[in-house]
């Protein structure tokens, strides 16, 4: 069961894709040599691991959101884009030809994952294309105590003469776990509206105790869960785990 769409928000979505995860993910990768990013999107992660001598292959299931990170890589100096593998694949189900030292899923990607089958194929996948006593990484959005469904305003972006502005609306069903929310991306070109993008989508309202359960489940044990990107101990409404298959 799927419900996402990127597809025709994907070239706004660097314009308001910034994070402060990108240096711990860097960090990572320089110390792992190559990685495997799954929801790679427009490369945003896989750029800088890149940019930082680190081999990375990306997977995303919208094509939108690949020709974005294409055209980026395009751009960029021979030795940072041969360093770059993009496919499209779904990571509930994907077969790659090698395994990595380092997996990793940034910005909630596991949170696409819908039901507990779609969760557990996707650690499964994980697990497979992981080297022995590689690591996998995930960060993930806790659920909030509640959503506001009213439309509100959360960015606003200028490029050139076009102010692209950024809507949302969220509402969330807690008995099924689920958060369904519309993004309006509107385009006024000097003052004049000139586009208009909505996009709907549902993603998985995941606890913290239940990613560690899904995760023991698949066969992973947990190194070390942050709360952030600097690592702190201290949870709030995010979590960063990493994990390792276990030893059988
Ligand atoms: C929030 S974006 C994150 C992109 C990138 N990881 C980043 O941090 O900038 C989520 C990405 O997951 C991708 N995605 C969603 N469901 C997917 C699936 N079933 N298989 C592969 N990619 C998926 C989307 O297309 C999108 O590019």
Redesign the pocket.
């Known amino acids: 069961m ?1 419900f ?1 769409s ?1 597809d025709r928000s994907a070239k706004y ?1 660097d314009l308001f ?1 910034e ?1 402060d ?1 990108s240096a711990y993910y860097k960090e990572l990768g320089m110390q792992y040599g190559s990685a495997l ?6 490369a ?2 896989a750029l800088e691991l890149a940019a930082a001598g680190v081999d990375v292959w990306g ?4 094509q939108k ?1 690949l020709e974005i990170a294409r055209a980026t890589c395009a751009e960029q100096p021979a030795d940072i884009k041969n360093r770059i593998v993009l496919t499209c ?4 189900d994907f077969h790659l030809s090698t395994q990595f030292p380092l997996v990793y ?5 596991f949170s ?2 819908i039901t507990q089958e ?1 969760q557990l194929d ?1 650690l499964t996948c994980v697990l497979n294309h992981l080297e022995e006593g590689g690591l996998f990484v995930l960060d993930l959005h806790l659920p909030e105590p509640s959503y506001t469904t009213a439309l509100r305003l959360i960015d606003k972006e200028e490029v050139d003469d076009t102010v692209v502005v950024r809507w949302i609306s969220n509402r969330a069903e807690y008995a099924d776990q689920l958060l369904h929310t519309t993004l309006i991306f509107e385009a006024y070109t000097n003052g004049v509206l000139t586009e208009r993008i909505i996009e709907s989508s549902t993603v998985s309202l995941i606890y913290k105790r239940e990613l560690l359960l899904l995760l023991d489940k698949a066969g992973f044990t947990i190194e070390h869960i942050y709360g952030n990107y600097s690592k702190s101990e201290k949870i709030d409404n995010l979590v960063v785990v990493e994990a390792r298959p276990k030893a059988f």
């Open positions: 799927r996402m990127y979505y894709g994070k995860d990013e799954i929801g790679v999107g427009t945003r992660v997977i995303d299931n919208s959101m694949a779904d990571m509930t899923m940034a910005s909630s990607v696409h994952c779609d996707c």
